[in-house]
Nanobody
Framework: QVQPVESGGGSVQPGGSLRLSCAAE????????IGWFRQSPEKGREAVAG??????HYAQPFKDRFTIFVVNANNTAYLEMTNLKPDDTAMYYC???????????????????????WGQGTQVTVSS
């Protein structure tokens, strides 16, 4: 079991960038896949990006502006966000999925129910 902890949120002007981090003791990426989600009052919770052992996945609205990657040496996953817009204002969550042969993560990376382990979230606010 892992407990993800997000960091790196904050306030930024439109067009700015932020890098969110997700760390947890025992969060090794040979065992776990990672998903980033966000939640706002206007849109509810939506999937942003997913990573599993060298494979990345993005929801269409974020493909050109966001990048998910991991650093194995420090058991940390990241979400690099560029050209931020006011619509990107939300609480961002990192979630972990224990990889199994039975689950096709490529097809189901964006399903909340695939992730038993969730962080508390980090707030991102984009405004001028």
């Amino acid at each position: 079991q892992v407990q993800p902890v997000e960091s790196g949120g904050g306030s930024v002007q439109p067009g700015g960038s932020l890098r969110l981090s997700c760390a947890a003791e025992g969060l090794t990426f040979d065992r776990y896949a990672i998903g980033w989600f966000r939640q706002s009052p206007e849109k509810g919770r939506e999937a942003v990006a997913g990573f599993t052992r060298g494979s990345t996945h993005y929801a269409q609205p974020f493909k050109d502006r966001f990048t998910i990657f991991v650093v194995n040496a420090n058991n940390t996953a990241y979400l690099e966000m560029t050209n931020l817009k006011p619509d990107d204002t939300a609480m961002y969550y990192c979630a972990a999925h224990r990889r199994t042969a039975a689950y096709n993560f490529a097809l189901g990376w964006d399903r909340e129910e695939a992730y038993p382990y969730w962080g508390q979230g980090t707030q991102v606010t984009v405004s001028s």
